[in-house]
């Protein structure tokens, strides 16, 4: 079984009292970004998974896309060490692969 593509969605979430406003060390915000992540191998399994991306710098969800699809395909999804010792991303991201 091989990993056959990623997706990857961006998503805004408002946030409502008594959670809002979201508030951290860096700002305060009205709403919370999430990135959702899905994975599918060529057996036809898949998986669904979510990060939090709020407040990061830079943020180009196109660019993440292409950046984990290239990584991930071909790779073998039950391989958990290997994911852990070899991939590149900042560790929201990768905690949503």
């Known amino acids: 079984m091989r990993i056959s593509a990623v997706s990857l969605w961006l998503v805004e979430v408002p946030q409502t009292e008594p959670l809002a406003p979201y508030r951290s060390h860096i700002r305060t915000s009205s709403t919370t970004t999430k990135a959702i992540t899905k994975i599918d191998t060529d057996d036809g399994l898949y998986g669904w998974g979510e990060c939090n991306l709020n407040f990061l710098p830079g943020l180009d969800l ?27 991303f900042e560790s929201r991201l990768k905690a949503g692969l």
């Open 62 to 88: 196109n660019r993440m896309r292409k950046d984990a699809s290239e990584w991930a395909v071909g790779r073998d999804p039950l391989n958990i060490a290997a994911f852990h010792l070899e991939c590149p």
